[in-house]
């Protein structure tokens, strides 16, 4: 009968982990969708549906305070190693998914001020790298939920190739520009965007190094490829 009270709150410390861990799916399927959302609006040329994108990303912050809420609740309750590495993985992927939300808002945002320049061909070069990235967030929310490090450690060097994506795409912009000065201000808004959407690359590169310190702790990371070479590329 003595052991009652302990395996009570070992049962709720383990629910509220859970708790933990569904909130922050959630929360990177909010963001995930909410980037699918702003490439879609990209793609129609649709400012009521963009507008619609940036207030749903205050749903995301809202989120993401909710989980910092329950992060120190399950501090305060003296969790062994393990525990605190889940977590402080939580805290910060939690970061991260909040940051890639201001992202998808910013090409969101960005989309408005393009739509009044006239379309552009390189929009097809804006939804290959955002494929890749969306389909990055998603891949890494799975390896997140399983704890499996090789499914986090292919997403991470899937990141090469949203770099060399991004600047391929880059190169392609400055080109335009030099050719046709006309398409400058369009050109521009792309750039900003691409360049928000590689940073979303990044993060979801954050969040699958975090499943490998859930998982592995302070065991050094394997060293990874990096093909962004845009700030190498002459004006």
Not at 4 to 33: C, F, N, W
């Amino acid at each position: 009968m003595s052991s009652q009270p302990h395996d009570h709150i070992v049962k709720s410390y383990d629910d509220e982990q859970r708790r933990l861990l569904g909130e922050t799916l959630r929360m990177g399927g909010m963001a995930a969708a909410q980037l699918e959302a702003a490439l879609d609006v990209v793609a129609r040329r649709d400012d009521k549906a963009a507008e619609r994108i940036i207030g749903n990303d205050e749903a995301i912050d809202a989120l993401e305070q909710e989980i910092s809420h329950d992060v120190m609740k399950l501090a305060l309750r003296g969790p062994m190693a393990r525990d605190l590495r889940e977590i402080l993985a939580a805290i910060r992927i939690a970061s991260d998914i909040e940051r890639i939300g201001d992202y998808a808002a910013n090409v969101a945002k960005r989309s408005t001020a393009l739509n009044l320049a006239p379309p552009l061909p390189h929009v097809g070069g804006l939804q290959v790298i955002g494929r890749i990235a969306v389909q990055q967030l998603r891949d890494v929310l799975v390896a997140y939920r399983d704890n499996d490090v090789t499914a986090a450690q292919a997403v991470r060097d899937r990141d090469a190739e949203l770099d060399a994506a991004y600047t391929a795409l880059f190169r392609e912009l400055l080109t335009y520009m030099a050719e046709d000065p006309r398409s400058i201000t369009g050109c521009t808004h792309l750039l900003f965007m691409a360049k928000n959407i590689e940073r979303i690359g990044d993060h979801a590169t954050n969040i699958a190094e975090n499943v490998w310190f859930l998982v592995r702790g302070n065991d050094e990371l394997p060293p990874r490829e990096k093909r962004d070479d845009s700030n190498t590329v002459a004006p």
